[in-house]
């Protein structure tokens, strides 16, 4: 049978975009749901983590972290990139781990806070994005206008490749620039059954009865100008991440999900070559490049999610494959270990439910159970292939907690609590050079919450904490061994060290930083751990 190409992509949006509904939409298509409301309950609690809703949400949280469906002719896995209070430095790990990526943008907002975020990490490799402009059937901002904040935000060219027909409760629908023809709101019920209105010539009658004067007055005019200023689609600049083709449309109404869909199954990217060091990595010379064809196979973790039973520390590791084919039994090689295994249970993901897989390709997601052997990060062979994937790093928290437990004999067992929890990578774990205080960084606030929480049910640990107004952090590369030890001297009770000992400077605020990069020419500052060994 053949190999269907993979497409492994992450939907990215600012909360309240929309991109559970869009989920929805995309697993309706795929013929995973049959219904809408299948993915989040109608209340949509997101108050709690899913950490937390265990027992109530017992392995949903788990298999919403990758869904895998076909649909013309490709095998999508669709990556959960969690959004709201659930949102966290898998969010943006997540992000390495795909190779292209759904923009959806509230066309009522237009770009907002934390889409800028996501980008910053998409631009890391170029990933290629397809925008999805959403919740046309409501009063949206003018497109020239959403177009504009997206290239000048986002920095990123925009290619419409439909166009609004009015919006609220004055949506016609979508000009389709190919088809020279507008397809219908009003009718819109099943997608794969759509009516078009011809609108190759904008003075049919017959166009002006179906939008009316007033509207039809407005979309000549927006259509004058958009022919004029809109460039082309160029696949390859798509592919490189300099442009990005956009929709408009509504995901609740499944109203232009299918022309995004099918744009996402012709040009998004199959798995592709990716950057890895020789272990151990001594110079640079040992950067290598692994081709998703190599017939060996390699894989890297991405995330890990702490699974159903905490008595157990049992946690799912989803680990992505980069090159060769995995077919369960086989032995696979831990690089940081040295350890060899049997996978017996290797698992794949449906909307809802989990199977045991057979065979695995580049671009799949495989789940692994795991007692706590393994770390984000750690690379997988066959045949003790010693290489180690590079881009997969710790993004620098945004904010921190000092954090101390009711009983200081339980000091140590705090630290240990902490380290392991930070393996799991939604938080991390820093140790402050001065008073040897135990800091917790991490880009979302629940996590903090889920940490204490797990303490307490995990450790028997009562912890504390004391926020700490940092900003970020920055990983520090130094150009021999006297500049380092000179800015440690200098900035003592901003030195931090990370789980791997890596030495980081703590941002207080933004003009702190500036001011000890300028002091500091021989000192580089990394918002990611990726360029520090
Ligand atoms: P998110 O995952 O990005 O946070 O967004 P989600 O899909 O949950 O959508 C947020 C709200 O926006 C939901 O309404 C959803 O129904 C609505 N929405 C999404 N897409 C569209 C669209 O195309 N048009 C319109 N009009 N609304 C849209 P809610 O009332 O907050 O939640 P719910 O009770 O419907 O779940």
């Not at 995309?26 to 809408?36: I, K, N, Q, Y």
């Not at 671009?363 to 692994?368: E, R, S």
């Not at 940092?470 to 440690?488: N, P, T």
């Amino acid at each position: 049978m053949a190999i269907l190409p993979r497409c492994t992509f992450a939907i990215i949006s600012h909360p309240d975009a929309g991109k559970t509904t869009m989920t929805e939409k995309l697993l309706w298509f795929g013929g995973v749901v049959r219904e809408a409301g299948m993915v989040k309950s109608k209340s949509g609690d997101y108050a709690k983590s899913d950490w937390m809703e265990l027992e109530k949400q017992r392995g949903i949280s788990i298999t919403s972290s990758v869904m895998s469906f076909e649909y013309n002719h490709r095998a999508l896995h669709l990556l959960d990139t969690p959004g709201h209070k659930d949102f966290s430095e898998d969010t943006y790990r997540t992000l390495t781990a795909v190779e292209s990526v759904l923009m959806m943008i509230d066309s009522a907002k237009g770009v907002e806070e934390r889409t800028i975020k996501l980008m910053e990490v998409c631009r890391m490799r170029d990933t290629p994005i397809v925008t999805f402009m959403n919740k046309y059937d409501r009063e949206a901002l003018d497109p020239f206008q959403l177009i504009d904040d997206v290239e000048k935000t986002l920095r990123i060219q925009c290619v419409p490749m439909n166009w609004p027909v009015g919006s609220g409760v004055d949506f016609r629908g979508v000009y389709d620039f190919a088809k020279k023809s507008i397809l219908s709101f009003k009718n819109a019920r099943d997608p794969f059954t759509p009516t078009f209105v011809d609108a190759s010539d904008l003075d049919a009658p017959e166009l002006k009865e179906f939008l009316g004067e007033r509207i039809l007055n407005e979309f000549k005019e927006q259509m004058q100008m958009a022919e004029a200023l809109m460039p082309a689609f160029n696949e390859q600049d798509y592919l490189d991440g300099l442009q990005s083709p956009v929709f408009f449309g509504s995901a609740l109404k499944n109203f232009g999900v299918k022309e995004t869909l099918d744009m996402i199954c012709q040009v998004a990217p199959t798995p592709r070559p990716r950057e890895a060091v020789l272990a151990p990595y001594t110079s640079d010379a040992d950067k290598v490049t692994v081709d998703p064809s190599d017939n060996e196979f390699t894989a890297f973790i991405f995330k890990i999610q702490a699974n159903m039973d905490p008595k157990h520390r049992d946690r799912i590791t989803f680990m992505r494959v980069c090159s060769g084919k995995f077919t369960r039994g086989d032995k696979i090689f831990h690089v940081r270990t040295g350890k060899e295994m049997r996978v017996a249970t290797p698992l794949m993901f449906q909307a809802r439910d989990r199977e045991i897989v057979e065979d695995a390709y580049p671009g799949d997601i495989i789940g692994l159970h795991d007692t706590g052997k393994y770390q984000i990060g750690d690379t997988f062979s066959m045949g003790k292939k010693l290489i180690r994937y590079t881009g997969i790093p710790n993004f620098a928290p945004e904010l921190f907690m000092r954090v101390m437990c009711k009983d200081p004999m339980k000091a140590k067992h705090l630290e240990k609590g902490l380290a392991q929890l930070s393996e799991e990578g939604a938080t991390q774990l820093f140790i402050r050079r001065t008073a040897n205080e135990k800091m917790l960084g991490a880009v979302g606030a629940l996590q903090f919450e889920v940490v204490k929480f797990r303490l307490m049910d995990e450790y028997g640990i009562d912890a504390t904490y004391e926020s700490v107004a940092w900003q970020g952090v920055r990983w520090l590369k130094f150009e021999d061994e006297s500049s380092k030890s000179e800015f440690v001297s200098n900035y003592n009770t901003f030195i931090m060290h990370d789980r791997e000992d890596r030495v980081c400077f703590a941002v207080r605020t933004e003009w702190d930083l500036r001011l000890a990069e300028e002091k500091n020419p021989k000192v580089k500052f990394y918002k990611n751990s990726d360029y520090v060994d």
